[in-house]
């Protein structure tokens, strides 16, 4: 059981936007940064965002970070079939004193 | 161009320690905020958050194995080294070593990863 919870699966056509959400608590999204990690098959997991909302060089702008409260989204613009992969929160809790990660979502571009 | 490669036993049995070495290029961990992590991955399975180790040797666990783990740094050959002890085949996973670049884990990332090794635990 993940500490922060993300939904198992998500879907859309290419073309289309689609959000997948990331839920924690007080300890961990509330008051830490949230990143976002794309893992295609069977490859390494790759950094989407970071610091909630920022892109690191070379991410195109079709991706998108964003948190409020306890709750962290990640938005995907102009799906791709390429952007099929799963994507996974993470961030720092507090009173675990250690990162934590969601359960991963997997992206179904149709 | 910064790079990783975690390397180690591909098998290893029940009860047995594990010892993975990651080593990076591209930057040091001498150098003031950086860091290097250890995230695993069963098949099939989520990501799970493992260790961190930071330039100035600050080490962080994940609770529910900080028993059975050991994170180490060597600055001079560009290594950091993650043991862990009585290995059970539920330890079977793809095993990450990250580079984290910004020296406060409430705040921190992982970028880039090594490629992963997969450690297999059998009799």
């Known amino acids: 059981q993940s500490v922060l919870t993300q939904p198992p699966s998500v879907s859309a056509a290419p073309g289309q936007k689609v959000t997948i959400s990331c839920s924690g608590s007080?300890?961990?999204?509330?008051?830490?940064?949230v990143s976002w990690y794309q893992q295609l098959p069977g490859t390494a997991p790759k950094l989407l965002i970071y610091d909630n909302d920022r892109r690191p060089s070379g991410i195109p702008d079709r991706f998108s970070g964003s948190k409020s409260g306890t709750s962290a989204t990640l938005g995907i613009t102009g799906l791709q079939t390429g952007d099929e992969a799963d994507y996974y929160c993470g961030t720092w809790d507090s009173s675990l004193t250690a990162g934590v990660f969601g359960g991963g979502t997997k992206l179904t571009v149709l | 161009q910064i790079t990783l490669k975690e390397s180690g036993p591909t098998l290893v049995k029940p009860t047995q320690t594990l010892t993975l070495t990651c080593t990076f290029s591209?930057?040091?961990?001498?150098?003031?905020?950086?860091?290097v992590g250890w995230i695993r991955q069963p098949p099939g399975k989520a990501l799970e958050w493992l260790a961190l180790i930071y330039w100035d040797d600050d080490k962080s666990y994940s609770p529910s194995l900080k028993s059975r783990l050991t994170i180490t740094k060597d600055t001079s050959k560009n290594q950091v080294v993650l043991t862990m002890t009585n290995m059970d085949p539920v330890d079977t996973a793809t095993y990450y070593c990250a580079h984290s670049p910004f020296g406060d884990p409430a705040r921190d990332w992982f970028d880039p990863w090594g490629q992963g090794t997969l450690v297999t635990v059998s009799s």
């Open positions: 591209g930057f040091s961990l001498s150098t003031s905020g950086l860091g």
């Open positions: 007080s300890s961990n999204i509330g008051n830490n940064y």
